[in-house]
C-alpha cells in the first residue's frame, strides 16, 4: 500500500456508521482468529448507544479521505483510571501503523488528562494482539473466563507530575530519617 496520509480526530455523530462498520468487520475478524464463538456486544451495537459512548467517552478516529479506517474509546474514570475499548481498523488498512498512531493519540490525550492506569481486555491466544499492547507499554495484570474465552487484562501506567512529586517526597523523607 502507498503511503497513506490520513488524520487521527474526535469522533463526531455523523461517523456513527462507519464506526460502526469498522467494530463489526475488525470484531468478526477478532473473533475468528481468536477463535470465538462470537462477539455479540460489539455486533449488535446500537446507533443511539454508539451516540452516547460519544458524548460520554474519548472516542478517536483514524479518517482516510473522508472514509473512517480506525477507531477506539477509551472511558475516563473519577479515579484517574481508563479502559480502553472498541479498538479496531479496518481489515484492508491493518499492519499500516494506523493502530500505532491511534494508540499514540490515546497516550497523549491520557498524559494531558492526567490519567495514572489505562486498561483493557484482550483475547490472550491473540498472541499478535497481546506482542503489539506489549510494544506500546502494556502488561498483563489478570485473565479471566468470563466470557467463555481466556481473556487477559492488560494495564499501562502512565508517569504523572503527581507520580514524581510523591516519590520526590518519598525519598525526602527517607533521607530525613
Not at 504523572?160 to 523523607?173: D, K, Q, V, W
Request: proline share 1%; charged share 25%; with cysteine.
Amino acid at each position: 500500500m502507498d503511503k497513506m496520509t490520513f488524520v487521527v480526530r474526535r469522533a463526531v455523530e455523523e461517523d456513527i456508521p462507519q464506526i460502526k462498520e469498522v467494530a463489526k468487520e475488525a470484531f468478526s475478524l477478532y473473533a475468528e482468529n481468536a477463535g470465538i464463538a462470537s462477539i455479540v456486544g460489539t455486533l449488535e451495537e446500537t446507533y443511539e448507544g454508539l451516540k452516547t459512548e460519544i458524548e460520554t467517552k474519548l472516542v478517536l478516529v483514524a479518517v482516510l479521505d473522508d472514509t473512517v479506517v480506525g477507531s477506539v474509546r477509551v472511558e475516563i474514570k473519577p479515579d484517574k483510571t481508563a479502559y480502553l475499548s472498541r479498538f479496531g481498523v479496518k481489515k484492508d488498512y491493518q499492519n499500516n501503523g494506523i493502530g500505532k498512531i491511534l494508540m499514540n493519540a490515546v497516550d497523549n490525550a491520557m498524559e494531558e488528562l492526567g490519567v495514572t492506569n489505562l486498561y483493557l481486555h484482550t483475547a490472550s491466544r491473540m498472541l499478535s494482539l497481546v506482542k503489539f499492547y506489549y510494544g506500546r507499554g502494556f502488561y498483563i495484570e489478570s485473565t479471566t473466563k468470563d466470557r467463555g474465552y481466556i481473556r487477559a487484562l492488560l494495564c499501562k501506567e502512565y508517569k504523572t507530575e503527581i507520580a514524581h512529586e510523591t516519590l520526590n517526597n518519598c525519598y525526602e523523607n527517607l533521607a530525613v530519617v
